[in-house]
């Protein structure tokens, strides 16, 4: 007789700020949301999330996911397919 056990892990986690942290996540393919705030002011050069300034091809936005807050913030929230 096979036995096959199946084991399901879902942690659910906040990054603030550490984009090396959020980068390794994504790599190993740890990331389901993205849920991100842009702010309309650059100060210093920066860091970029994703590589090339571009969103990862395996996760989209839907129109409702995207709203403008005050002061020009763009909330945005990214998801990937199941």
Not at 12 to 27: C, F, K, R
Not at 42 to 50: A, I, P, Q, W
Not at 55 to 75: H, I, M, N
Request: hydrophobic fraction near 45%; avoid cysteine.
């Amino acid at each position: 007789m096979l036995l096959s056990v199946n084991i399901f892990v879902s942690l659910d986690g906040v990054v603030h700020g550490s984009w090396q942290l959020v980068q390794t996540l994504h790599e190993a393919g740890l990331v389901d949301l993205y849920r991100l705030l842009q702010y309309p002011v650059v100060v210093g050069s920066g860091k970029r999330l994703f590589p090339d300034g571009t969103t990862p091809a395996t996760f989209a936005a839907s129109e409702d996911s995207v709203r403008v807050l005050p002061g020009g913030v763009v909330s945005l929230t990214l998801t990937r397919p199941r």
